[in-house]
């Protein structure tokens, strides 16, 4: 069955602290990976996603296939980092979309 | 560049009602998708809507419909609601491709008593 899991619901880091939010996938074929931030008061906006293998305000999220994970990361965590983050994936014909049940992510001054 | 607009902000329905929510979605997209957000839960998928047609659906019930019309606005309709229908919904467009962004709504508050 299709499913995005982030095993955290909640985590906290000290600011400049590095921070690392889980994400695992489970999908039969080769779906597109992202990550969605919701910051207080926002809407759902898109963060990053794999295809571009950017980095957007320091984030950077690898894929490994092999453990079938997409796991977000930034060196040193700010405090305007502290949001409701989502691993998404959709459907290599981008017709079916799975988002994870959420990090909420505090950083602490 | 005019974003993604729900109406109603907030709804409340008895169960057993027929309720429709409404999305205008941005400039220059001509998909669209609806989601269910439970909460604490992270937005499940409902359907998306291509051209004035559906191509693409969730583990929703054939209660949940939807439209998209000519100028890309879209409707999503719920009948017989339940109170487990009870969510924010939000709805998101984008351009064509699986790799396109979504830009969401600022969605609609369901409350069915």
């Known amino acids: 069955a299709q499913r995005v899991t982030q095993p955290e619901k909640l985590l906290s880091v000290f600011k400049g602290a590095p921070v690392e939010l889980k994400c695992n996938y489970s999908?039969?074929?080769?779906?597109?990976l992202f990550w969605y931030v919701q910051y207080s008061r926002q809407r759902l906006q898109l963060l990053l996603r794999h295809i571009s293998r950017e980095s957007i305000k320091g984030f950077t999220a690898d894929l490994n296939k092999g453990e079938t994970s997409f796991h977000l990361k930034k060196p040193f965590a700010q405090e305007e980092d502290s949001a409701m983050y989502y691993c998404a994936l959709s459907s290599p014909t981008g017709n079916q979309f799975y988002f994870g049940t959420g990090t909420s992510l505090t950083v602490i001054p | 560049e005019t974003g993604v607009t729900q109406s109603p902000t907030h709804l409340i329905k008895t169960r057993g009602q027929q309720v429709t929510l409404r999305c205008s979605s941005q400039s220059g997209h001509n998909t669209v998708s609806w989601y269910q957000q439970a909460l604490g839960q992270g937005p499940q998928f409902i359907f998306q809507?291509?051209?004035?047609?559906?191509?693409g659906r969730g583990n929703f019930p054939p209660r949940f419909s939807g439209l998209q019309f000519p100028n890309y606005s879209s409707e999503l309709n719920v009948n017989a609601l339940e109170l487990d229908d009870s969510a924010l919904y939000l709805c998101?467009?984008?351009?064509?491709?699986?790799?396109?962004?979504?830009?969401f709504g600022p969605g609609t508050r369901l409350t069915v008593t």
């Open positions: 809507y291509y051209r004035e047609e559906e191509n």
């Open positions: 998101a467009s984008k351009r064509e491709g699986p790799s396109a962004e979504q830009y």
């Open positions: 999908y039969s074929g080769s779906p597109e």
